[in-house]
């Protein structure tokens, strides 16, 4: 059977939804924009500006959400402008309202109700941050300058901005340092906080009884099969190409390698429950996950192992010193 969209079941629709579609909408805008205030707090609240949005259509379904996106749009325009609103809409609404849609499909087999796999959205993120990425090349790109030394000019002008006092050597290391995966850092910190954002507003909506579908077990995470491809045609033109085309390779096999961190994890949570201390153990390793990017490699390593071999099923689902008590 194929698969129908959650929301085409008898589901409220009324004034009271329109009106907290309209306002989850605006709260979403506001959030967003706060950024332009320049404050410290104004990122933290820029980073949850898809929780409003991902709470209106998790819980009240895909029109909901489509009156959400629509009035966001509307009042970023209204607070920012045409740009902000476009902004706004390329980095909000539209990849909340597809992960939305997704999420609430689903289909009935044997009796048993099956939902769109939470790993086809983390993938379809990715495909959507690659593409993002791809169609500012073609707007921003020139003919005397490579991307490369684009990204850099740009690096150069936000620090000098950001930290004036920073002396000429220190900043020209730092921008040869951070321009190599620049692009590929700011759409994996997009994909990583849409997609906290969806998995905060799931659970809110759970434990409050108001949740569409089930939250789904991330333990049980499980790839497309396409993921495996699009990573290695990345990671392989990245080691064979050269100039621009190596550049845009490069950063795209790190977005690409995302969803692959995300299913190394659940491979290091069914290791770490096999010991006395899983509880202490999780905790140090994603504290030394935080402070070092070099911890994620192994981890998407095993992501690639699993996706390949399958480890979760060949580990032991009860640790042996249960089995000894």
Not at 53 to 74: C, D, E, R, S
Not at 176 to 205: E, Y
Not at 302 to 313: D, P, V
Request: some cysteine.
């Amino acid at each position: 059977m194929e698969m129908q969209l959650g929301e085409d079941k008898k589901l409220p629709f009324n004034m009271k939804v329109v009106f907290f579609a309209v306002g989850g909408g605006a709260l979403s805008a506001i959030l967003a924009l706060s950024l332009v205030t320049g404050s410290g707090l104004a990122l933290i609240l820029a980073y949850l500006a898809p929780f409003p949005l991902f709470l209106v259509g998790l819980g009240n379904g895909g029109k909901p959400a489509a009156i959400a996106a629509f009035a966001g749009i509307v009042f970023a325009i209204l607070l920012g402008g045409p740009l902000s609103g476009s902004v706004f809409a390329v980095m909000n609404t539209l990849p909340c309202w597809l992960a939305i849609r997704l999420a609430l499909t689903s289909r009935t087999q044997d009796g048993r109700e099956e939902w769109f796999p939470v790993g086809n959205i983390l993938v379809t993120f990715a495909g959507y941050g690659s593409a993002l990425f791809v169609m500012a090349l073609i707007f921003l790109i020139t003919p005397t300058d490579s991307i490369a030394q684009m990204v850099k000019d740009f690096l150069s002008t936000l620090i000098g901005t950001v930290a004036p006092s920073l002396s000429a050597e220190h900043k020209e290391g730092f921008v040869d340092q951070m321009s190599l995966f620049f692009p590929a850092m700011v759409l994996v910190s997009w994909m990583l906080m849409t997609t906290i954002n969806a998995v905060l507003a799931q659970g809110v909506l759970t434990k409050s009884g108001k949740a569409l579908r089930p939250s789904p077990k991330y333990g049980e995470l499980t790839l497309p099969d396409l993921a495996s491809w699009a990573f290695v045609a990345c990671a392989t033109v990245t080691v064979v190409a050269s100039g621009d085309i190596e550049y845009v390779a490069r950063n795209l096999t790190v977005v690409m390698a995302l969803p692959f961190l995300a299913l190394g994890l659940t491979v290091v949570h069914k290791l770490v429950r096999m010991t006395r201390f899983s509880g202490a153990l999780l905790a140090a390793f994603y504290l030394l996950l935080l402070l070092s990017i070099w911890v994620a490699l192994p981890v998407i390593g095993l992501g690639l192992i699993e996706q390949w071999i399958g480890l979760r099923k060949r580990i032991p689902s009860q640790p042996p010193f249960q089995e000894n008590d």
